[in-house]
């Protein structure tokens, strides 16, 4: 069974940094593109950041760029997303996931619909 368990969110002010993890289980980790997303009340679900499980060539949002880091180990099998410079349209559920396609070639996917397991969400709340 798969299992993707998000950890690491929390209210903080806006500047400030948060760390997110995701431990992943029942997955072959290693072979998979990984991506963030997250979800604001009212708003759709909305790509951040994502990794391709070979190189880990990273593609960003516009809204994170300079800000946010993504990363893994795929020893731990443990996704990361490293934010710094929080602001208050931050704030959202986030949420990790993995591509449906293992040891794929292509580039990591944009859209929710590729992805194929998901975390329950962490909430971050930034305040001004």
């Known amino acids: 069974q798969v299992q993707l368990v998000e950890s690491g969110g929390g209210l903080v002010q806006a500047g400030g940094s948060l760390l997110l993890s995701c431990a992943a289980s029942?997955?072959?980790?290693?072979?998979?593109?990984m991506g963030w997303f997250r979800q604001a009340p009212g708003q759709e679900r909305e790509f951040v950041v994502g990794?391709?499980?070979?190189?880990?060539?990273?593609y960003y949002a516009d809204s994170v760029k300079g800000r946010f880091t993504i990363s893994r180990d795929n020893g731990k099998n443990t996704l990361y997303l490293q934010m710094n410079s929080l602001k208050p349209e931050d704030t959202a559920v986030y949420y990790c996931?993995?591509?449906?396609?293992?040891?794929?070639?292509?580039?990591?996917?944009?859209?929710?619909?590729?992805?194929?397991?998901w975390g329950q969400g962490t909430q971050v709340t930034v305040s001004s």
């Open positions: 996931a993995a591509d449906w396609r293992p040891l794929s070639t292509d580039p990591v996917a944009m859209r929710a619909g590729d992805y194929e397991y």
């Open positions: 029942g997955v072959a980790f290693s072979r998979y593109n």
């Open positions: 990794i391709t499980w070979n190189y880990g060539n990273k």
